[in-house]
């Protein structure tokens, strides 16, 4: 089974264009992630984002350098942790990072948590402009950033970030912070996208799916692709990784993006941004 080679792309502030549809590796374990990764570059996907915080940097790397394909050709995200915000600590905790990742620049770096606690995120996003003009970064962002730390940032450092990866699927579609990104030009990038897999049963889902000859999974990607959202959802399985990206020969309509509207309840499944100041 293969999925369509098609890889549409998102372009940022920067000008620099992040493919659409990617493999994140949250909770993925290391032992899983090589061969995760792999199978997903196989199968077509250009796009990778890990984390410093999910302890598989290394088992991703591995995976891109035993691909055969040529680093410009993926797309490589990470994420700096909360301990390790600060100008001085986000320059080492980046060496460190292309140091397991086995490569010597990153397409896009985040900062992983705004942890409003520290009041750090202003000089560890000067460390990532820094990093960019040295031609080390291609991209710099933030994740998980309230319109509260946007401003911020953005008027300490005269810099928008390119793109913010929040929590978003349809029981939380994020539509104040998604104005927001596009009134600014953020490209808004969806974690949990699958809803941490509590929306794949949902009726209103397995319907649509059901009419359309889709898995719940690939009408809830297409929903994220539709509104513009840049989407990376997980799997160790290589079915569903191939199935995942299998996204690009289909529309949902406007019956059925109403339909999910309804399933909005404005709850979230992870940490609030505004409270969340875990540096452990």
Request: no cysteine.
């Amino acid at each position: 089974m293969t999925a369509p080679s098609v890889d549409p792309r998102v372009t940022l502030n920067d000008g620099h264009a992040i493919p659409q549809v990617g493999l994140g590796v949250w909770q993925t374990p290391p032992e899983d992630t090589t061969r995760a990764v792999a199978a997903a570059l196989q199968v077509g996907y250009r796009h990778i984002d890990t984390a410093a915080a999910y302890g598989n940097e290394v088992e991703t790397g591995r995976a891109l350098a035993d691909s055969g394909l040529a680093r410009e050709d993926v797309f490589l995200v990470t994420k700096l942790w909360n301990s390790d915000q600060g100008y001085d600590a986000a320059l080492a905790a980046f060496d460190a990072s292309i140091g397991r990742l086995g490569v010597d620049y990153l397409d896009l770096y985040l900062i992983h948590w705004p942890v409003p606690a520290n009041n750090a995120y202003v000089d560890t996003f000067k460390a990532f402009a820094h990093l960019r003009d040295q031609g080390r970064i291609r991209s710099i962002g933030v994740s998980n950033f309230e319109p509260e730390h946007l401003k911020i940032l953005i008027d300490s450092t005269g810099i928008v970030p390119a793109v913010n990866q929040i929590e978003l699927h349809p029981l939380l579609p994020q539509h104040e912070l998604r104005e927001v990104h596009a009134q600014l030009g953020i490209a808004t990038e969806a974690w949990s996208p699958l809803g941490q897999g509590s929306l794949l049963a949902d009726p209103v889902i397995t319907e649509i799916a059901g009419n359309l000859g889709k898995t719940p999974a690939q009408v809830l990607i297409r929903w994220h692709m539709q509104l513009g959202n840049i989407v990376i959802p997980k799997s160790v399985n290589p079915q569903r990784i191939v199935s995942n990206f299998d996204v690009f020969d289909f529309e949902l309509s406007e019956q059925d993006l109403t339909s999910i509207a309804s399933l909005e309840q404005g709850t979230r499944l992870g940490p609030d941004p505004r409270t969340f100041n875990f540096t452990g």
